[in-house]
């Protein structure tokens, strides 16, 4: 998936509920920059909740089990290896898994990589879209989650993915 560069400006922002809590939503006024659980906007920046409206309907969608893929112009910052993770994870299936070293060696390439991987998918800001949630470790078993693993556990539990632990 190729992401947009975000648009200069302040950050625009809403914040709405959904069945894993609260959801800080920011995007630049075209494409989401990032996702965000239980987080609170900074003092600079603008209330725009029409901004969100796809992103929102689509996180509906999602919640309610009729979405399974989104497809939201992203911007999201971070460093070239970075988004060359994020990108990759946009390529798991829903209701699929793949562990960190998986993931590192399919799409990058880089077998020995998986610390570094996991780094870069905990500094994912654009989360549930940016479906982090569904790297695991090796052994199949949960392991962090910047939301929370009852959070990913929730998450996954909702695209039907059964794991241990």
Not at 19 to 44: C, H, K, N, Q, R
Not at 92 to 97: D, E, F, H
Request: proline share 8%; aromatic share 10%; with cysteine.
């Amino acid at each position: 998936m190729a992401f947009n560069a975000p648009l200069a400006g302040p950050p625009r922002y809403t914040v709405a509920d959904s069945p894993v809590g609260e959801l800080l939503f920011i995007g630049d006024g075209e494409s989401l920059t990032a996702l965000y659980m239980a987080a609170t906007p900074g003092a600079d920046w603008v209330p725009d909740p029409g901004a969100f409206t796809e992103a929102q309907a689509q996180l509906r969608a999602y919640f309610a089990g009729e979405l399974r893929e989104f497809d939201l112009p992203l911007a999201p910052t971070g460093t070239a290896f970075q988004l060359k993770v994020w990108s990759a994870l946009t390529t798991i299936p829903y209701g699929r898994t793949m562990s960190y070293g998986a993931l590192a060696t399919k799409f990058l390439g880089q077998p020995t990589a998986s610390r570094a991987v996991g780094l870069a998918n905990g500094r994912n800001p654009i989360s549930i879209v940016i479906p982090c949630h569904r790297v695991i470790g090796a052994d199949g078993t949960l392991t962090g989650y910047a939301g929370g693993l009852p959070r990913k556990q929730r998450l996954l539990a909702l695209e039907k993915v059964r794991v241990t632990g």
